[in-house]
C-alpha cells in the first residue's frame, strides 16, 4: 500500500515565507494524482516534501501508513523525475538506468533484467550504450523515467518532466505516461502548471494558489463545478467566462440580472440548477455568473435547454481549424465564445449570442467562492 496523505502540511522558508500553507490531501493507492497551479504556487516544494528534500515545517506526512517526517529520501521509497532529467552526462544510457540498483547492491543479473524491462516499456532498447548527449530531449526524458522504474518504488514522483520537450512531443509523452501508470499500477504524483495535462493525466487533481489548496477533484468535476472562480479561471483554455450579475426579487421569484455599462445587457428567470444552487439569498446580492466558452452559441439549443440571448460586437476572431475562438464584450466583461469553424464571423459584426445556462456556475463576487451545492 503507498497511499500518501498530509495532514495540515506546511513549508516556512527562512524568512517566514509560507510556500506551502496547511495542506491536507490524501492520495490514494495506485491513484495518478496532479499538483497543478500557477509559477510560484508550491507545487515543487509540496512534492519535494514528499520525497523527503525538504523539511516539513508542520503538520504530519505519511505513506503507507506510517509517519515519514523524519524519515529520510533514502527510505521512503519513492523515485522522482525532474525537469532537467539530471542524468549522468559521462555514462551510458544502460548505466544511468542500473546506477541506483548497482548501490544497493543488486545482483547484476537482477539489474540487467529491471533495466532490459524498463527499456522495453520505454522503447529504449535500442539506445542502451549510448551517452545522453547522444539523445533527444524525448529520449532524455525516458530515460530519467527509466531510472525511476527500474527502482520498483512505491510512489513516483513527477515535477514537471516534459516541460523541456516540443508541444507534439508533451503530448505523444504524456499518453506514454499514463500507459505506463496503467502497466505499473503504482502511485504518481505529477507537478504541471499545464492545466491540459492535468485534466488528461489525473485520476484527480489537486489545484494550488499560493500554498494553498483549492479543489481536489477528478478532472471533470473541477471543470465543470469548480470551487472558486480562481479554479474557474485556471482551468480550461480558453477559461470560464465570468460575467458580473446581481439576484434580484421579483415579486415571489427571483431572477438574475446583468447591468452593462449601456444599462440592462439581460434578466432572465433562474433555471432549475440555478434556483437549487442559490436557494435562499439577500435581494441584489453580486454574483459571478460562469459561464463555458462552449457554452456560448451562435445558435439556439435544441434540446430546450435554459438560455439568454444577447447582442455584441466582435472584438477579435482566432481561427483554429478545428474550432474557433470569438472574443466580444459585455458591458466590460471580455466573453469568448468556441464556435465550429465554419461559423462566418469577423471583427465588428454584431452578432446574436446564446448563453447556454443549464451548465452555468455562481461565484459569490466578494468571496469569489462558489454558491450552492457542489
Ligand atoms: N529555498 C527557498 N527559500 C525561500 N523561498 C523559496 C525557496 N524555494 C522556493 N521558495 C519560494 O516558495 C514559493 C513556492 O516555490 P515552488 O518552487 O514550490 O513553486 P512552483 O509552484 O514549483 O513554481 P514553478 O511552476 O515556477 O516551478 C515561491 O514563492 C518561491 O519563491
Ligand atoms: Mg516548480
Known amino acids: 500500500m503507498a497511499e500518501v ?4 502540511v506546511s513549508k516556512i522558508f527562512e524568512g517566514g515565507v509560507r510556500a506551502v500553507d496547511r495542506v491536507d490531501l490524501s492520495v490514494p493507492d495506485r491513484s495518478f494524482t496532479v499538483l497543478v497551479g500557477p509559477s510560484g504556487c508550491g507545487k515543487s516544494t509540496l512534492l519535494r516534501m514528499i520525497a523527503g528534500l525538504e523539511d516539513i515545517s508542520e503538520g504530519e506526512m505519511r505513506i503507507g501508513g506510517t509517519r515519514v517526517n523524519e524519515t529520510p529520501p533514502r527510505d521512503r521509497d519513492i ?3 525532474f525537469q532537467n532529467y539530471a542524468l549522468y552526462p559521462h555514462m551510458t544510457v544502460f548505466d544511468n538506468m542500473a546506477f541506483s540498483l548497482k548501490m544497493r547492491r543488486e545482483s547484476s543479473s537482477e539489474i540487467a533484467a529491471r533495466v ?3 527499456a522495453e516499456m520505454l522503447g529504449l532498447e535500442k539506445l542502451l ?23 520498483q518504488p512505491k510512489v513516483f514522483l513527477f515535477d514537471e518532466p516534459l516541460s523541456n ?5 508533451r503530448v505523444q509523452t504524456r499518453a506514454e505516461l499514463v500507459r505506463l501508470h496503467r502497466r505499473l499500477n503504482a502511485t504518481m504524483i505529477y507537478v504541471t502548471h499545464d492545466q491540459a495535462e492535468a485534466m488528461t493525466m489525473g485520476d484527480q487533481i489537486v489545484v494550488l494558489r499560493d500554498g494553498r489548496v483549492q479543489q481536489i477533484a477528478p ?24 460575467l458580473p450579475c446581481r439576484l434580484v426579487a421579483r415579486g415571489d421569484s427571483f431572477r438574475l440580472a446583468c447591468t452593462s455599462e449601456g444599462g440592462v445587457a439581460f434578466e432572465t428567470d433562474l433555471w432549475d440548477s440555478a434556483r437549487r444552487a442559490v436557494g435562499s439569498f439577500e435581494d441584489g446580492r453580486p454574483v459571478l455568473l460562469g459561464i463555458r466558452p462552449e457554452d456560448v452559441r451562435v445558435s439556439i439549443p435544441a434540446d430546450g435547454s435554459p438560455f439568454v440571448s444577447v447582442e455584441a460586437s466582435v472584438d477579435l476572431v ?11 464584450r459585455l458591458g466590460s466583461s471580455p466573453m469568448v465564445a468556441r464556435l465550429q469553424p465554419d461559423v462566418a464571423v469577423r471583427p465588428d459584426d454584431r452578432i446574436t449570442f446564446h448563453l447556454c445556462l443549464s451548465k452555468a456556475v455562481f461565484f459569490d463576487q466578494t468571496t469569489e467562492e462558489a454558491i450552492g451545492p457542489r
Open 165 to 169: 520537450l516540443d508541444a507534439k512531443m
Open 79 to 81: 523515485a522522482m523525475v
Open 5 to 8: 496523505s498530509l495532514a495540515g
Open 219 to 242: 478532472p471533470l468535476s473541477v471543470y465543470d463545478s469548480p470551487a472558486n472562480a480562481f479554479v474557474a479561471g485556471f482551468i480550461g483554455s480558453p477559461p470560464m467566462n465570468l
Open 318 to 328: 482566432e481561427q483554429l481549424g478545428a474550432e474557433q475562438f470569438v472574443t466580444f
Open 129 to 151: 550504450d549510448r551517452r545522453p548527449k547522444a539523445l533527444s530531449g524525448g529520449q532524455r526524458q525516458r530515460v530519467a523515467v527509466g531510472r525511476a522504474i527500474v527502482r
Open 116 to 118: 532490459h524491462e524498463a
